[in-house]
């Protein structure tokens, strides 16, 4: 019997604010850019995790905060090394060199995120050379053993960036993220900046690197085609906050949240036996000024009184997802008084 698997990840009431301040030389802070307010969810061992929301909604600013990117405002992030379990938003950047080689990044943009002045076997290299984790013959036997995985030849490592196509130079970023065998990774929109003939091409090779090397990943992304095909969970963001998280297909067959409805409504869909839900009108919620309640309801078209005067937080539901929202709530359909 299979062991169940363990979580890798877990991130708790995860905030990252950034001040604003005033004009003039002595100006001074007047406000806060919550960019992600009280977000939670575990990562599983071998799973991928899809983290989607238009943009503005936080999930990329989420993601660099979880990796250490950036600096945690509050909150836990806790990740299970081979050690024990420990808090990456508590340890400072010394403490954190020795995780690097287990917490890499694939990209968005795979020109800006190559080094022109290096070559492909420089490039992936590198991570195995500042951590000293090989060197001479055994660090380019692992390099060119990881650009074969990737589909590129290992001939071309003399080659610089300029002379690959944008997709083989995604592999050659997805090449160094991997080089180092790492526990957790992030994908920010990895596809979203190439040609979409050669998007099915990546995107194939991300899901077999997933089968062949059991990654756990955290996938951003705001194509909820490419999230479905990928992703075996999905968390969904809105201004700054999760408002919904279940397994892809129980997601995508039955979203609960108005937000994730109109998401789902906006992807070309050829079966005329799928209902049409409303269409999402209007902009994100601006983090640095939130509508009081749920930050959703001037846009939703299930608000009541309660939405405007109240914060909804994640609550399970019978069904095996989570789901913020006041009309989706569990509670209710409890009745209001006892008999």
Known sequence: ??????????????????????????????????????????????????LVGESGSGKTTAARTILRAL????????????SGVVDLAKLSEAE???????????FQDPVSSLNPRMSIEQIVSEPLVIHKLAKGPQLRERVVSMLEKVGLRSEHMSRYPHEFSGGQRQRIGIARSLVMNPSLIVADEPVSALDVSVQAQVINLLSDLQRELKLTT?????????????????????????????????LFEQPEHPYTQALLAAVPNADPDIPMVFALSGEVANPANLPSGCSFHPRCPERFDLCEQTRPELETLASGGSVACHARSPKRALPLFDA
């Not at 954190?96 to 694939?106: D, H, K």
């Not at 095909?229 to 999905?234: A, K």
């Open 1 to 50: 019997m299979a062991a169940e698997p363990s979580t890798l990840l877990s991130v708790r009431n995860l905030d990252k604010h950034f001040p604003i301040f005033g004009t003039g030389i002595l100006s001074r802070r007047v406000g806060w850019v919550r960019a992600v307010s009280s977000v939670s969810f575990d990562v599983l061992a071998g799973e991928t995790l899809g």
């Open 71 to 82: 600096t945690p405002t509050a909150g836990e992030v806790l990740f299970r090394t081979s």
């Open 96 to 106: 954190l060199i020795p995780l690097r080689t287990q917490l890499q990044m694939v």
């Open 218 to 250: 955290i996938f951003v992304a705001h194509d909820l085609s490419v999230v479905r095909y990928l992703c075996d969970r999905v968390a969904v963001m809105y201004a700054g906050r999760l408002v919904e998280i279940a397994p892809t297909e129980r």
